[in-house]
């Protein structure tokens, strides 16, 4: 039986920005998953904090848009807006310019969870800085905050 084709093994990059920016995704991975965890509260899968947070930052105004941006199929996120209708966070309005499209907000109860998710989520990161970066580190994070900011610009 011949074996398996696969591809060989990658080099070992010494590329000093490749090394640091395949750390840098590592890390950033780890952090987002735990601030998603944190975030996580009463009950709410993370799809569907996903969700609540892409309206709550007015980043989707629709179902279908919505989809897209989480990258899921328009039935799965009909069925995570369902659930946070029923749970009273979410409500959908005839959209004035198109009646046959449906415009998605918070209600006040998604408003206050929506809240509540992100300052948890400030808090718990402030907290995990405090505890674990001393005076120098604190001033290395802010120059690499600097330096991402550069990179996005």
Same mark, same amino acid.
Request: aromatic letters at 2%; zero cysteines; charged letters at 30%.
């Given at each position: ?54 309206? #709550?930052? %007015?980043?989707? +105004?629709? @179902?279908?848009? *919505? /989809?897209? =941006? &989480? #990258?899921? %199929?328009?039935? +799965?996120? @009909?069925?995570? *807006? /369902?659930? =946070? &209708? ?68």
């Amino acid at each position: 039986m011949p074996e398996p084709l696969t591809a060989p093994p990658a080099a070992p990059t010494t590329d000093p920005a490749a090394v640091v920016t395949r750390d840098l995704r590592a890390v950033i991975s780890r952090l987002h998953r735990r601030l998603r965890e944190v975030a996580t509260s009463d009950g709410l899968t993370p799809s569907q904090v996903a969700a609540l947070t892409r309206i #709550g930052k %007015r980043e989707a +105004s629709s @179902a279908s848009a *919505l /989809a897209a =941006l &989480e #990258g899921v %199929r328009p039935q +799965s996120m @009909a069925a995570t *807006l /369902a659930t =946070l &209708e029923e749970r009273g966070l979410v409500r959908r309005d005839a959209d004035p310019e198109d009646g046959r499209r449906q415009l998605l907000s918070l209600t006040e109860t998604g408003r206050s969870t929506f809240d509540g998710e992100r300052q948890a989520r400030r808090e718990w990161l402030a907290d995990a800085v405090r505890t674990h970066a001393d005076d120098d580190e604190l001033r290395v994070l802010a120059r690499a905050v600097a330096i991402l900011e550069r990179v996005l610009a």
